[in-house]
């Protein structure tokens, strides 16, 4: 006979580095949830995720310690699991403490440390070897930390050592389709052991990783019967009848454009104000990319935190002015407009005589995009606001974008969105305006997308379309597709190769680039490690060579 128990999620956003503050948003939680049987928070609460080569600081675990006793001191009416990292001075593990009548009752070390993607774990930790079960009101509870549940070993393992739930605390970053992913495995492990589960994730933006939340609690058929919402904080208490979850209302689960939107908008809000900026500045150009990122700001921020400059050149069309002032109108936000000409001309007087005898080429462009950079970055220093940088991820793959230029920016909101997804995206938007005042003007949804550096130009004069250009970057640099496969897939041998030679050349430029949320399977920052000094492309392209001859 087991009584009810009481298990409550605190799927929380927690802040790394932050280990005071982090205990005291644990300690509130718990005052608040005394009648819980046993609170749960994310992995590695108290130091935030990932708290990378912070671990190699001796000083790091004495603040932890200290504030380890803090929480165990306030759990003389609740028991409380909380993850650490811990080391006994030579070896150091990613640990999970539970806490009862003021004591520590178990510390369990994770097993399967991630070292793929954006994780390192090998680089801190060593793993565990042994499963753990503590015993809370007659019910057996295993203990698991995030990676664990990725394979069947060491949920098989806990439950062999006698768990009748399995407990399991994360850090699990959010990218496209990640909840069905994750709940595929959640759901196998749950069939498997015939256990249920009760998974705490965290929520917040972290650099370039996004907590969605989505903590949930599975039956022991691997169905959801508590689900915790996509990219908020929410503690939620699940009831136990013995060791059966009782099924609650479900939330409904955003869409594919919804999901990331509003992850990108929990991952802008967090990095703007963790790091203490008061507000946010962008150019608006009257083109897609920094349209969708002023949407995103001022739903993030509120349009009172955010300025948008449109600084027309003589390639600027009116159109664009126009379009670049009604959506700052609509959203709210305050709104300049700033011309280049008179500082594009200075510096070409300057310049002009320098260059001698040159043909005009994209010097000339790079200097308008540097020009607004100058200005964007004058009113961020003087004013104290983040300047958010708009190059989407097409862009980014093959270099088309100016260093010290449009890359000037602290964030960049929108780097990990092939253009494709910043029309998805944009277009999902609109459908949360009224029809005659949509938050990205439609005009600038449905024209041909354009750099203005030049009379007339189009993306599309140097680049194939963004459909095509989209599918070659996705199978080349996030597939590994080889020159072959592509070609296979009814791409010109040329356009492949010409592709992959921009993505592989602008390794430099992306290295340089601000930092930004994480989206696809694989993004060019943690997930796509490459060496920019790197000739392997010349041996890609001399071995497809040999194959076709
Ligand atoms: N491996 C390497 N390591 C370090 N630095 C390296 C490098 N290779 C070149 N560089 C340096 O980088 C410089 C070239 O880079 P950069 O100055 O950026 O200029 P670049 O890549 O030559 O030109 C920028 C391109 O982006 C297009 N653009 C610009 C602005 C906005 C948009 C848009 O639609 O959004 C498009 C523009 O039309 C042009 O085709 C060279 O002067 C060289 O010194
Ligand atoms: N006339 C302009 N006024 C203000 N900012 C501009 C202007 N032109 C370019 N920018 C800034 O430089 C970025 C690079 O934009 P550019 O127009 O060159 O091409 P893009 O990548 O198609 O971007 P967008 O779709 O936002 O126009 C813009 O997103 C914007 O932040
Ligand atoms: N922190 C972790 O162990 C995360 C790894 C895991 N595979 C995930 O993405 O959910």
Known sequence: MHLPLNITLAQLNLTVGAIQANKEKILAVIAEHEGSDLIIFPELAITGYPPEDLLYRPDLYQVVSSALDEISAATENVAVAVGHPQTDGETFWNALTVFSNKRQVATY???????????????????????????????????????????????????????????????????????????????????????????????????????????VVLDASGDVAVHLPHCEEAVVTAHFDG?????????????????????????????????????????????????????LAVDALGGDKVRAVMMPYRYTADISVADAEAQAKTLGCAFDIVPIEPMVNSFMETLTPLFGNTERDTTEENLQARCRGVI???????????????????????????????????FAPIKDLPKCLVYQLSIYRNTLNPKDSPAIPERVITRAPSAELAPDQKDQDSLPPYEVLDEIIDGYAERDLSIADLVALGYSETLVKDIIRKIERNEYKRRQGAVGPKVTRRNFNKDRRYPITNHYVHTLMNSFAKNEG
């Open 109 to 215: 070390h994770k097993r399967k440390l991630p070292n793929y993607g954006v994780f390192d774990e090998n680089r801190y930790f060593t793993p565990g070897d042994e499963a753990v079960v503590v015993e809370l009101q007659g019910v057996r509870i295993g203990l698991l930390i995030c990676e664990d549940l990725w394979s069947p070993e060491a949920a098989r393992q806990t439950r062999e050592a006698g768990a009748q739930i399995l407990v399991s605390v994360n850090a699990s970053p959010f990218e496209e389709y990640k909840y069905s992913q994750r709940l595929q495995v959640l759901s196998a492990r749950c069939k498997e052991t015939q256990l249920p589960l009760v998974y705490v994730n965290a929520v917040g933006g972290q650099d370039e990783l996004i907590f969605d939340g989505n903590s």
């Open 376 to 410: 964007l970055m004058g009113l961020s220093n003087k004013h104290g606001s983040l300047l958010l940088t708009t190059g989407n991820k097409s862009e980014l793959a093959v270099g088309y974008c100016t260093l010290y230029g449009d890359m000037c920016g602290g």
């Open 243 to 295: 060791v059966q979850p009782v099924k609650q209302k479900l939330p409904t689960v955003p869409d594919n454009s919804a999901s990331i939107y509003q992850a990108l908008v929990l991952a802008l809000r967090d990095y703007v104000q963790k790091n203490g900026f008061p507000s946010v500045l962008l150019g608006l150009s009257g083109g897609i990319d920094s349209a969708l990122t002023l949407a």
